[in-house]
């Protein structure tokens, strides 16, 4: 059972590049998200999805985007990367019944630098 | 805007001591508040979860006291181990949703 795994776990971009970032989950949760982690920031929410087809921003969300066009997927985009955008992003899911209700389970990791 | 205010920023702490990170929130339409652990090169993940209506949940040697009219949650590890060395994270969940907000984070270290 692999959980959340996110591709690629490294990336080195040039400033004004686009990447894209693969979440995928095998734990048939509903919900999904994405945050950053920055020093002394904690972590930021920058999008989430309740379901196959539905995305909403969370509190960080500009210069992103994503989608969510199969349940087990959710993708983050950026379409032109900046130096702010360097951080490490993490995938979460949720189950939202049965046992463990509640409990995020997140990634390992991407870790993005944007020069 | 940083709904829940997480200190200290880092702790060091003896071999067999006692780690306290503590943990505020303004909103008070939250109605779940787990702690997260996360080793270097790691994710997150869940250590102990409390809701508002409990003053307390003690799982092994670490625990959550939760004051719900100050708006204050704290993490206790009892007899704190080398292997206890990581960042902690508080969160709190929105009342009735799945989106969580997490504090700024703990770095700890135990000493052997």
């Known amino acids: 059972n692999a959980g959340v795994t996110q591709t690629p776990k490294f990336r080195v971009l040039k400033t004004g590049q686009s990447m894209t970032l693969l979440c995928a989950q095998d734990?048939?949760?509903?919900?999904m998200y994405w945050y950053r982690q920055d020093p002394g920031m904690g972590l930021r929410l920058i999008h989430y999805?309740?379901?196959?087809?539905?995305?909403a921003k969370g509190e960080v969300p500009d210069g992103y985007n994503v989608s969510r066009l199969k349940k087990q997927n959710f993708l983050l985009g950026l379409e032109s990367a900046a130096p702010s955008q360097t951080s490490v992003y993490f995938c979460a899911s949720v189950n939202r019944v049965g046992r463990n209700t509640g409990e995020l389970f997140f990634g390992e990791g991407s870790r993005l630098t944007v020069l | 805007q940083q709904q829940v205010k997480q200190s200290p920023q880092s702790l060091i702490v003896q071999k067999g001591g006692i780690s306290i990170i503590n943990c505020a929130y303004e909103?008070?339409?939250?109605?779940?508040f787990p702690w997260y652990q996360q080793f270097p090169g790691k994710g997150p993940a869940l250590l102990i979860a409390i809701r508002p209506d409990v003053s307390e949940k003690k799982e092994g040697r670490f625990t959550i006291s939760f004051n719900k009219s100050a708006k204050q949650f704290s993490l206790h590890i009892m007899d704190s181990q080398p292997g206890d060395s990581a960042t902690y994270f508080c969160a709190a969940r929105a009342s009735g949703t799945y989106k969580y907000i997490f504090g700024t984070g703990t770095r700890l270290k135990v000493l052997a």
């Open positions: 734990m048939n949760h509903e919900y």
């Open positions: 999805s309740v379901g196959e087809g539905t995305t």
């Open positions: 909103n008070t339409a939250f109605d779940y």
